[in-house]
């Protein structure tokens, strides 16, 4: 009876050892590079000509990205955070001056999604609706066809159900355009191990 629970624990510490051993360690750069190219957590969608991506970006993105160790502070509540480009796939121009060739409406525009647009968008999960604590609008002055937002939720659900980020988009006439994050995909990202 001794030997046979002995054996069971070699068995279980073999198969654990085995398990961790096959487990793909990626450099920062290829977590990166995972995180980017991973579809389901990169969503794309198109109205008009017009490219609505949401991008969801894990806490440690950010520090790989700009080759910085990443360190998990303990006690801290797991936020979400996600940048949104929309993009004009007509023109080469901003997107904003398919509204307005005229500066003083463009002026209003850029206001408004400098300082109001935050109410634009929230995040579904489950039954809780959340509202952003984060938001910060970038344009890049006719540079780039491109306006991003980067967009902060926290969460006090960490892992119950999928996401759902909901942008009410006030300006095209698109309405409200909804980007589902499954739950599994964001747990795959979530147990990535780095070197």
């Given at each position: ?83 949104m480009s929309v993009k004009d796939l007509k023109s080469h121009q901003e997107v904003l001056r398919r509204l307005t060739s ?63 980020v909901v942008y009410d988009e006030p300006l095209f006439g698109v309405g409200r355009i ?18």
């Open positions: 009876m001794k030997s046979t629970r002995e054996l069971a624990k070699i068995i279980l510490l073999f198969v654990a050892l085995v398990s961790a051993a096959c487990t793909k360690k990626l450099s920062s750069v290829e977590y990166v590079q995972e995180v980017e190219r991973n579809e389901h957590l990169n969503q794309t969608k198109v109205f008009d000509e017009i490219e609505f991506k949401l991008m969801y970006r894990p806490d440690r993105y950010y520090s790989y990205k700009h080759n910085k160790p990443y360190k998990a502070e303990e006690g801290k509540k797991k936020s979400y955070a996600f940048v005229a500066q003083e409406e463009y002026g209003q525009i850029v206001n408004y999604l400098s300082f109001e647009g935050e109410k634009d968008f929230w995040m579904v999960q489950g039954t809780d609706t959340l509202k952003n604590v984060f938001y910060h609008f970038e344009r890049f002055n006719n540079i780039s066809p491109t306006i991003n937002f980067d967009l902060g939720f926290e969460n006090n659900n960490a892992g119950k159900g999928d996401l759902v909804h980007f589902t994050f499954k739950k599994e995909e964001l747990d795959k990202v979530d147990h990535l191990v780095v070197e």
